[in-house]
């Protein structure tokens, strides 16, 4: 898929009249445009092109376009989505923006002025989403964080909306999401980027030690004290200070951190005097602070000063989409460090990928992707390379499907369960894809006539095409 810098818009529509409006409005503003009549000749340009939006015409005769918008959103690289609608169409632009698409645009289209800031409007957001737009680099997301599913473009949005200010954040999740890449990421985008971004794990120390690396001492304060150290308060002055694992924090430790967040002054084990300090302080947990704070072991008010702003990050398994996307990434990643450049992943190992249940979330993905690396004979992956948890969750829900699975030996067993479950993987992005070949290629990761193959390999009777 080509990679292009310069704002590029895909109009699909039948309509003459929409598409020489258009094509004057984009001619004006500098951006290329190209145009189709039908759905099914947008899945083949999306699928070879990138695009930054997409105007689909709300009655395509074929696929209508709220069919092409959902396609559309399960794409690796997604553009913008405009729909093109009737005045009289209400239902249909709600379901529209429901869905994902970024706005809409009523016909006849007459205003140049409306319809150039609507689309400017949607190529900004397209740039915020993409940082890589203006680099050329293949994997989207956000300041690093890789995927474009719904629930991770929410919590993009909530990155971007809490970075203007410096309000505290409170990032749950799952171990694994990645909550300190996220707050790496608000301060990153923040005014206080060019400031000290100090993590602690309050896990990792014992009380003691926690309280003189957080707020430091004077000379003498205690043995071993030989001379006065800063704190990581007074170190993150102007900066950002992010608390990981803060449901662990012991209880005396929380009435000090509950006075820094209320005061905005630190003082040093062993003083009398106080600091001034400027910090916004970021705290991450995977643990349920409600539950923590009904049993006794946190504090209220010192949930509420750290609430303020709650982003909550999705698990692995609640977002697989972006597993194709992030396999592609950490691939990149780990041959360049492993030193074993053009390794690929085989369409049996990232099915298995996509259909496991990741209770370590992306860190386990990660871990796995390296170990299949430092695995593989050849210059490619495949499920044989993936840890036997993984195959054995394949296996098990095979054997619901075939009981007489567990007869066989193990060889014959793994075999024919990868069968089973590869065929069942077909299908599925099949009918997810309205049995279209291009539309289930490219969401599976794979080339048209390689999975053409693989459809004749596994015996799937094509529905239509």
Not at 7 to 36: G, H, R, Y
Not at 40 to 47: C, D, E, I, N, V
Not at 429 to 453: C, H, V, Y
Request: a neutral charge; charged letters at 25%; glycine letters at 6%.
């Amino acid at each position: 898929m080509s990679t292009m810098h310069n704002p590029s818009i895909l109009l699909v529509t039948q309509s003459e009249t929409d598409l020489a409006f258009l094509s004057k409005v984009c001619s004006k503003n500098d951006w290329s445009i190209a145009s189709v009549a039908d759905a099914t000749l947008a899945m083949h340009q999306l699928s070879h092109h990138d695009f930054t939006v997409v105007i689909i015409d709300s009655d395509l005769g074929d696929i209508n376009g709220l069919q092409l918008l959902e396609w559309i959103i399960t794409q690796v690289v997604r553009p913008e989505v405009v729909l093109l609608s009737q005045a009289s169409s209400t239902e249909v632009v709600v379901k529209a923006i429901k869905h994902g698409a970024f706005d809409y645009l009523e016909k006849p289209l007459v205003s140049v002025n409306k319809v150039t800031h609507l689309i400017r409007q949607a190529i900004e957001k397209y740039k915020l989403i993409h940082p890589s737009y203006e680099n050329g680099e293949n994997f989207p997301g956000y300041q690093g964080i890789v995927g474009t599913s719904p629930k991770m473009r929410a919590v993009f949005d909530l990155i971007r909306s809490v970075s203007a200010s410096d309000t505290n954040v409170l990032i749950t999740g799952e171990s694994g999401t990645g909550k300190e890449l996220v707050a790496k990421a608000i301060h990153q985008t923040s005014l206080r980027k060019d400031k000290p971004f100090v993590v602690i794990n309050c896990a990792a120390m014992p009380e003691t030690l926690l309280e003189s690396e957080l707020f430091g001492y004077i000379r003498g304060a205690f043995t071993g004290a030989a001379t006065d150290k800063e704190g990581l308060f007074e170190i993150a002055h102007e900066g950002c200070v992010f608390l990981d694992e803060i449901a662990d924090i012991p209880p005396s430790m929380q009435v000090k951190l509950l006075r820094v967040i209320q005061e905005g002054e630190v003082r040093r084990i062993g003083d009398t005097l106080s600091k001034n300090i400027d910090v916004r302080i970021m705290a991450a947990t995977n643990k349920n602070l409600a539950s923590e704070i009904s049993n006794g072991g946190f504090r209220e008010d010192l949930f509420y000063r750290l609430n303020v702003i709650a982003i909550n990050l999705p698990s692995l398994k609640d977002r697989s989409d972006d597993i194709p996307i992030l396999t592609q990434s950490l691939l990149q990643k780990y041959t360049k460090q492993l030193g074993k450049p053009g390794v690929k992943i085989a369409f049996d190992a990232l099915s298995a990928l996509q259909n496991y249940s990741w209770p370590g979330n992306v860190r386990e993905l990660e871990n796995v992707i390296e170990r299949a690396i430092v695995l593989s004979d050849g210059d490619t992956i495949t499920a044989k390379n993936l840890p036997s948890k993984i195959l054995s969750a394949i296996f098990y829900n095979s054997v619901k499907q075939e009981p007489d699975l567990a007869e066989l030996n193990y060889k014959e067993a793994k075999k024919r369960a990868l069968n089973i479950f590869n065929r069942s993987y077909i299908i599925g992005i099949l009918e997810k894809t309205g049995w279209n070949i291009t539309a289930a290629s490219e969401q599976a990761g794979m080339d048209r006539s390689n999975f053409k193959k693989i459809i004749k390999k596994y015996s799937v009777e094509m529905k239509k095409e």
